[in-house]
T-cell receptor, first 114, second 113 residues
Framework: GENVEQHPSTLSVQEGDSAVIKCTYSDSASNYFPWYKQELGKGPQLIIDIRSNVGEKKDQRIAVTLNKTAKHFSLHITETQPEDSAVYFCAARLLGGGADGLTFGKGTHLIIQP | DAEITQSPRHKITETGRQVTLACHQTWNHNNMFWYRQDLGHGLRLIHYSYGVQDTNKGEVSDGYSVSRSNTEDLPLTLESAASSQTSVYFC????????????FGPGTRLTVL
């Protein structure tokens, strides 16, 4: 089955700086890579996703890049703000495959220092 | 507004007892999922369903069961609770097979003593 590794487990950055979280996956057939943000006491919420036929996707201060050859993808947050503090999870899935559930990384606790 | 809810939000039970966690969504989504979240493991898939009367095992299904008698609900049952099942449980749903976004509920924190 799929295995997703996520680094770092904790990331502390100064407000206004950029943050980068990296993930690698094992199954070359995976073709969908979402990123979820989880705030304390809440369920994960999708913030951005990318399919394997695209190398990069941006949404305001958030971007995701995908390197299919190396089987890794990254989340980039620019101009970080206090409300960006949360746990971020990457995930991978084979769209159209038999199992529709997501395989998650172990999460990154992002801390924005004022 | 459509939503996905879980109940109870917190539950304490004893080893060996049967426990059922409820999940209810009002989006009329076909697909529903149960995950558990543990420190150091992230979220792991327990069971999932593509529609009424359909259930499938996920990565960590041992000791858990689900049933899907209608579109809105996917209850998760722990047949005989074990301390290793102490965790936070999340239910999620998505519109159709292969749909991009899964919407997650607020979670149930279960403690097995």
């Amino acid at each position: 089955g799929e295995n997703v590794e996520q680094h770092p487990s904790t990331l502390s950055v100064q407000e206004g700086d950029s943050a980068v979280i990296k993930c690698t996956y094992s199954d070359s057939a995976s073709n969908y890579f979402p990123w979820y943000k989880q705030e304390l006491g809440k369920g994960p919420q999708l913030i951005i996703d990318i399919r394997s036929n695209v190398g990069e996707k941006k949404d305001q201060r958030i971007a995701v890049t995908l390197n299919k050859t190396a089987k890794h993808f990254s989340l980039h947050i620019t101009e970080t703000q206090p409300e960006d503090s949360a746990v971020y999870f990457c995930a991978a899935r084979l769209l159209g495959g038999g199992a529709d559930g997501l395989t998650f990384g172990k999460g990154t606790h992002l801390i924005i220092q004022p | 507004d459509a939503e996905i809810t879980q109940s109870p939000r917190h539950k304490i039970t004893e080893t060996g007892r049967q426990v059922t966690l409820a999940c209810h969504q009002t989006w009329n989504h076909n697909n529903m999922f149960w995950y558990r979240q543990d420190l150091g493991h992230g979220l792991r898939l327990i069971h999932y369903s593509y529609g009424v009367q359909d259930t499938n095992k996920g990565e960590v299904s041992d000791g858990y069961s689900v049933s899907r008698s209608n579109t809105e609900d996917l209850p998760l049952t722990l047949e005989s609770a074990a301390s290793s099942q102490t965790s936070v449980y999340f239910c999620a749903s998505s519109a159709v097979a292969g749909a991009n976004e899964q919407f997650f509920g607020p979670g149930t924190r279960l403690t097995v003593l």
